[in-house]
């Protein structure tokens, strides 16, 4: 069964502070591997799409990568801005679904 | 404007009512979603449709029906609201060939449902 979890839960960091989520995911011939950002009260929002093992993306502070069996969302030097909920996501080659982890919620204090 | 339009975005509504939520979207997607976000279970999805003839079922349909009147929209209904359908919905859209560009899914922003 396609399966994606995410840790940890909660991260609070002090503005600057760099550090990692994760994303470990079980699927049998993976398409793609997303990540969004969440606001409270908004809907998510894309940041990156990996699709091999070794791809890495970057976008401002923020940089993705990928292995066959999980994925980091590194973040560089938060700033507050930065606090949201990260959610991970997966597709199977030859679905239509996408399966999503819970999301780690990240605050970062000024 | 959005490019995904989701109506309404708050309601409170009693047990038993009918409710119906409307999305709409100017990308030219033929693919349209219908997700449920609850904390600690992440997005659920409940239905999902190809185009206006295809419609299918997700994981948690169960209470739930949908409406594609056209390419542009796609409607959630509830029939008869029970408060465990108390949650936050959101629907999404994605191109139907997906060409190795991004993939993603574009989000509405979301219709908070309370069932009392």
């Known amino acids: 069964e396609d399966q994606v979890t995410q840790s940890p839960e909660a991260l609070r960091l002090q503005e600057g502070e760099s550090s990692s989520l994760n994303c470990s995911y079980t699927v049998s011939g993976l398409r793609g591997l997303f990540w969004y950002r969440q606001d409270p009260g908004k809907g998510p929002e894309f940041l990156f799409t990996l699709y091999s093992a070794g791809e890495e993306k970057e976008k401002e502070r923020l940089k993705a990568t990928l292995t066959k069996k999980e994925s980091f969302l590194h973040i560089t030097a938060p700033k507050p801005e930065d606090s949201a909920t990260y959610l991970c996501?997966?597709?199977?080659?030859?679905?239509?679904?996408?399966?999503f982890g819970t999301g780690t919620r990240l605050k970062v204090l000024a | 404007d959005a490019d995904v339009t989701q109506t309404p975005r708050n309601r409170i509504t009693k047990t038993g009512k009918r409710i119906m939520l409307e999305c709409s979207q100017t990308?030219?997607?033929?693919?349209m979603y219908w997700y449920r976000q609850d904390p600690g279970l992440g997005l659920r999805l409940i239905y999902y449709s190809f185009d206006v003839k295809d419609i299918n079922k997700g994981e948690i349909s169960d209470g739930y029906s949908v409406s594609r009147q056209a390419q542009a929209k796609f409607s959630l209904s509830l029939e008869s609201a029970i408060p465990n359908q108390t949650a936050l919905y959101f629907c999404?859209?994605?191109?139907?060939?997906?060409?190795?560009?991004?993939?993603?899914?574009?989000f509405g922003e979301g219709s908070r449902l309370t069932v009392l």
């Open positions: 990308k030219g997607h033929d693919r």
């Open positions: 996501a997966v597709q199977r080659h030859g679905t239509y679904k996408y399966i």
């Open positions: 999404a859209t994605s191109d139907l060939y997906w060409t190795g560009d991004t993939g993603e899914l574009f």
